[in-house]
């Protein structure tokens, strides 16, 4: 048979495009193995408390690559917490359209009965934590009452921490406010107006207002219980939803293909509006770098759950890490599985410490009471003195498998320090580590980049 050049041309392109095609499945599948053995992984070395526990769903290219479920054979929803954050921003985005809101005016000019200190914050500040709001007080009030006037109430009684467009600080209260402006502008429940515009065109099932179908989890010396009830009526826009893993790939892919947004409204979700510090925020997503790669994303954590969306500007890579029990590293998994599927290279866990049941010649070494040795006075200045006199004098003792870190005055909760190979003591969820050179005469306790030196009292136990 004689073939022509066109078809020699014809045939090396099927060649070329099934070699690809060849190549992209061995990636796709050495990074599939590489995600597996990440999450088998995670905390083997710590217990079941610490294992994976919840769904990761992996998108690439449009495509499942990866999905793992602890819980069931069936896809389950979960509280997603302050994810839902970026499903109000583009709400926002949404109702800004279609009437006609500037996302840089005074929200005074749609909102008339707003209080005066709020008319003149803009949309954009309120996205992007620049607003100078603080908390929603609610969350943190026992029997806080869940009524939305009650709830606006606290939020207008607190300050506005700096000026606005200033600085950047996290902020419940920005999000519950964004929330109430939806209803005023649109006469309609804030996820009401949010179903109508987004969910639905978007068919997102799964998202709502609702309880999640799996039980929500703590951990708590060192083993899992059921957590408290979920304060879900008081976050409202800030953090209220639930979600399936595969509906926020869903909403995440589309945004990136413009499905959901357009061009222009996905450039303003994803860009950073904080020029002043070094954390990079857009609205509703925070923004990191990943080998390299721009890629956005939000984080949640409520009452026995932890959550996390990432992804990468152009919709390559797509990962949601959903877990049911709240103290999981759901941002780390989140962000270490996206960086496995944007690469295709293995990446390992957090370095993990041998844990060791302490020895009695340990136990008989560390037990006792420690006083704080004298702090420079800007040290005490950034604590306060309250604080100082608090943690003054602390105590150790054996407990379990552990050692009991506890506060002789009684004003900071105990913790459980769990013992390495090394005869260090550390406590992950609070990221307290306790190093001795001398047999704990003296010791060295270091916790957010703070390091303050303990010495041992004489009347030891």
Not at 93 to 109: H, M, N, R, T
Not at 293 to 298: A, M
Request: with cysteine; aromatic share 8%; glycine share 8%.
């Amino acid at each position: 048979m004689h073939l022509s050049k066109s078809h020699f041309a014809l045939f090396s392109t099927i060649a070329i495009t099934a070699g690809c095609s060849s190549t992209l499945n061995i990636e796709n599948q050495h990074s599939k193995l590489a995600m597996e053995s990440y999450i088998s992984s995670y905390g083997s070395k710590l217990g079941k408390a610490w294992a994976f526990k919840g769904e990761a769903y992996v998108l690439k290219e449009g495509r499942p690559l990866f999905h793992v479920n602890t819980e069931s054979n069936k896809p389950e929803n979960y509280l997603i917490g302050s994810i839902t954050k970026s499903l109000t921003a583009v709400t926002i985005l949404k109702l800004a359209d279609e009437y006609q809101i500037d996302v840089d005016a005074p929200i005074g000019g749609y909102w008339t009965t707003l209080p005066e200190k709020f008319k003149p914050l803009t949309v954009t500040q309120l996205l992007s934590h620049t607003s100078g709001l603080g908390d929603i007080p609610s969350l943190y009030e026992e029997n806080a009452s869940s009524e939305p006037q009650e709830v606006f109430k606290s939020i207008a009684a607190s300050p506005i921490y700096f000026e606005p467009g200033s600085y950047y600080q996290y902020s419940n209260a920005a999000y519950y406010l964004l929330g109430l402006f939806i209803e005023e502008v649109s006469g309609k429940p804030w996820l009401e107006y949010m179903a109508e515009s987004v969910l639905t065109p978007a068919g997102l099932d799964s998202i709502g207002f609702s309880s999640p179908s799996v039980m929500g989890w703590t951990r708590f010396d060192n083993h899992l219980k059921p957590a408290s009830e979920p304060s879900v009526d008081i976050a409202q826009a800030a953090g209220a939803l639930r979600s399936s893993s595969s509906d926020l790939t869903k909403f995440a892919y589309q945004l990136t293909q413009s499905d959901i947004v357009t061009p222009q409204q996905f450039e303003y979700l994803t860009m950073d509006h904080v020029s002043i510090t070094e954390v990079q925020h857009g609205a509703g997503f925070s923004i990191q770098d990943i080998a390299g790669i721009k890629t956005v994303g939000h984080g949640g954590k409520i009452q026995g759950f932890t959550s996390r969306l990432q992804f990468d500007l152009g919709g390559k890579c797509i990962a949601v890490v959903l877990s049911n029990n709240d103290r999981f590293s759901a941002s780390k998994v989140a962000k270490d599985l996206t960086e496995i599927c944007l690469t295709g290279e293995s990446v390992p866990p957090a370095q993990e410490p041998t844990i060791v049941a302490p020895s009695d010649a340990l136990v008989k070494s560390i037990e006792g009471s420690y006083t704080l040795s004298p702090l420079p006075q800007e040290i005490v200045d950034l604590l306060g003195e309250e604080l100082v006199n608090q943690i003054s004098k602390i105590s150790l003792a054996p407990k379990g498998k552990g050692i009991e870190l506890s506060n002789d005055a009684g004003a900071q909760p105990s913790a459980l320090l769990l013992v390495t190979d090394k005869n260090e003591l550390i406590e992950f969820d609070h990221g307290i580590s306790i190093k001795s050179q001398d047999n704990f005469e003296n010791f060295i306790l270091s916790q957010g980049g703070l390091a303050v030196e303990y010495k041992k009292n004489e009347n030891r136990k």
